[in-house]
């Protein structure tokens, strides 16, 4: 098992900045893919970044690309979210997710992990 629980979500004018955390405990995530999702108010969950597990390589969706930066330690089971250039379109919960196998990925079904998430409002 391993148990995730994210912080550093609140609320922020557009065009801020926040950086998300999620803190992992009980297995290393060393051998997971680690990923953020989020989730809008009458909305479906939907992929927001992913990390590799050993290379660290990246992968976002295209609505986030230039602005969010997702990185982990595994030395630390920690991973992050940085989101700079806040729209409203962001406002969400957010969730930190750790994948069944050690490769980014986008598919939620993937993920065997979650956290409880995170709120995050973005204001116009």
């Known amino acids: 098992q391993v148990q995730l629980v994210e912080s550093g979500g609140g609320l922020v004018q557009a065009g801020g900045s926040l950086r998300l955390s999620c803190a992992a405990s009980?297995?290393?995530?060393?051998?997971?893919?680690m990923g953020w999702f989020r989730q809008a108010p009458g909305k479906e969950r939907e992929f927001v970044a992913a990390a590799s597990s050993s290379d660290g390589r990246t992968y976002y969706t295209d609505s986030v690309k230039g602005r969010f930066t997702i990185s982990r330690d595994n030395a630390k089971n920690t991973v992050t979210l940085q989101m700079n250039s806040l729209k409203p379109e962001d406002t969400a919960i957010y969730y930190c997710?750790?994948?069944?196998?050690?490769?980014?990925?986008?598919?939620?079904?993937?993920?065997?992990?979650w956290g409880q998430g995170t709120q995050v409002t973005v204001s116009s």
């Open positions: 997710a750790a994948a069944k196998v050690p490769y980014r990925r986008s598919n939620s079904n993937d993920y065997a992990w």
């Open positions: 009980g297995r290393t995530i060393s051998n997971y893919g």
